[in-house]
């Protein structure tokens, strides 16, 4: 049973289409977050939401538009998505405090043509 | 300039060698430190947490220099599985803030 499961794990799309990508984590964490994982592999977080609500926004372009229902959840989704949105996408979790450590989703590897 | 900074590398070691990875950051409010591993077109996985007392998991050893803001990780016999990127993390704000370095590549040969 996968700690934290991303869907779908691939996805190519054509520039100036809207996606999405789902994450669920089914360890009971309260904090939930998006990172994007670039070209150079450079992992850059995105989003952080604890108990649902949105704590961290990295100067994110609002096209990205997260959504928490529960806190089980934390979905991602992606307006007009252009060329440099390619890259790969991981979701992770964690309970809040300083010492605890994130486990994260397989990654969703988006392409955009 | 990037909060946390690592040598990218590659570093290419023979099997048995000691070879060690350092790592900076520049926010003083950083408050907890870790080491991850990432494979090739995988997740990033926990490797072990950064004390200021150092700490040792097997072959792996892990220091924090809290005054010198360095973390450093030293693997000694290294093996071909040590093959991987390691990432040096630092969290903040309360523990929200999960921030990576870019990454150090090692090769590890027969």
């Given at each position: 049973?996968?700690?934290?499961?991303?869907t779908?794990?691939?996805?190519?799309?054509?520039?100036?289409?809207?996606?999405?990508?789902?994450?669920?984590?089914?360890?009971?964490?309260?904090?939930?977050?998006?990172?994007?994982?670039?070209?150079?592999?450079?992992?850059?977080?995105?989003?952080?939401?604890?108990?649902?609500?949105?704590?961290?926004?990295?100067?994110?372009?609002?096209?990205?538009?997260?959504?928490?229902?529960?806190?089980?959840?934390?979905?991602?989704?992606?307006?007009?998505?252009?060329?440099?949105?390619?890259?790969?996408?991981f979701?992770?979790?964690?309970?809040?405090?300083?010492?605890?450590?994130?486990?994260?989703?397989?990654?969703?590897?988006?392409t955009?043509? | 300039?990037?909060?946390?900074e690592?040598?990218?590398?590659?570093?290419?070691?023979?099997?048995?060698?000691?070879?060690?990875?350092?790592?900076?950051?520049?926010?003083?409010?950083?408050?907890?430190?870790?080491?991850?591993?990432?494979?090739?077109?995988?997740?990033?996985?926990?490797?072990?947490?950064?004390?200021?007392?150092?700490?040792?998991?097997?072959?792996?050893?892990?220091?924090?220099?809290?005054?010198?803001?360095?973390?450093?990780?030293?693997?000694?016999?290294?093996?071909?599985?040590?093959?991987?990127?390691?990432?040096?993390?630092?969290?903040?704000?309360?523990?929200?803030?999960?921030?990576?370095?870019?990454?150090?590549?090692?090769?590890?040969?027969?």
């Open positions: 049973d996968t700690a934290v499961s991303q779908p794990k691939y996805l190519v799309t054509q520039m100036g289409n809207d996606k999405s990508i789902k994450c669920e984590q089914n360890l009971g964490h309260d904090t939930m977050y998006w990172y994007k994982q670039d070209s150079k592999k450079f992992l850059k977080i995105m989003f952080s939401y604890n108990n649902k609500e949105l704590i961290i926004n990295e100067t994110v372009p609002n096209r990205f538009s997260p959504k928490s229902p529960d806190k089980a959840h934390l979905n991602l989704h992606i307006n007009s998505l252009e060329l440099g949105d390619s890259a790969v996408y979701c992770a979790s964690s309970q809040s405090g300083r010492d605890n450590v994130l486990t994260f989703g397989a990654g969703s590897r988006l955009v043509l | 300039r990037k909060e946390v690592q040598d990218p590398g590659p570093f290419n070691v023979p099997e048995g060698a000691t070879v060690a990875f350092n790592c900076t950051y520049s926010n003083s409010a950083s408050q907890s430190f870790f080491w991850y591993r990432q494979d090739c077109r995988k997740e990033p996985k926990l490797l072990m947490s950064v004390y200021s007392s150092g700490n040792e998991d097997g072959r792996f050893t892990a220091q924090l220099n809290r005054a010198s803001q360095y973390i450093s990780l030293l693997i000694r016999d290294s093996k071909l599985s040590d093959s991987a990127t390691y990432l040096c993390v630092v969290k903040r704000d309360g523990g929200f803030k999960t921030i990576f370095g870019a990454g150090t590549r090692l090769f590890v040969k027969a």
